[in-house]
């Protein structure tokens, strides 16, 4: 079973910089898509960003385009979420995830603890 450990969360002034990273245990995370959900309190979990397992192909979403970027280290089985002009409204625990390239939760086999972010205006 691939465990996932994410690191980087914490806090931050708006418009401050983090950068968020997701070790897999297995190998086999180089054959998997990846991606980073959210979710604030009294909220539903959210698509944030998505990766193919070689790295070429991205998707955003729209509320953090152009703010974050997606990437992955397959030789050393990590996914990274940089993530710079934060906002207040970015604050929520951040969860990675392995599974089929998607927008939707469901799709994703596997899932990190979270890390959280908190950007204070």
């Known amino acids: 079973q691939v465990q996932l450990v994410e690191s980087g969360g914490g806090l931050v002034q708006t418009g401050g910089s983090l950068r968020l990273s997701c070790a897999a245990s297995?190998?086999?995370?180089?054959?998997?898509?990846m991606a980073w959900f959210r979710q604030a309190p009294g909220k539903e979990r959210e698509f944030v960003a998505a990766?193919?397992?070689?790295?070429?192909?991205?998707d955003y979403a729209d509320s953090v385009k152009g703010r974050f970027t997606i990437s992955r280290d397959n030789a050393k089985n990590t996914v990274y979420l940089q993530m710079n002009s934060l906002k207040p409204e970015d604050s929520a625990v951040y969860y990675c995830?392995?599974?089929?390239?998607?927008?939707?939760?469901?799709?994703?086999?596997?899932w990190g603890q979270g890390t959280q972010v908190t950007v204070s205006s």
């Open positions: 995830a392995v599974g089929s390239m998607s927008r939707y939760s469901d799709l994703y086999d596997y």
């Open positions: 297995e190998r086999t995370f180089s054959k998997r898509a």
């Open positions: 990766i193919s397992r070689g790295g070429a192909s991205t």
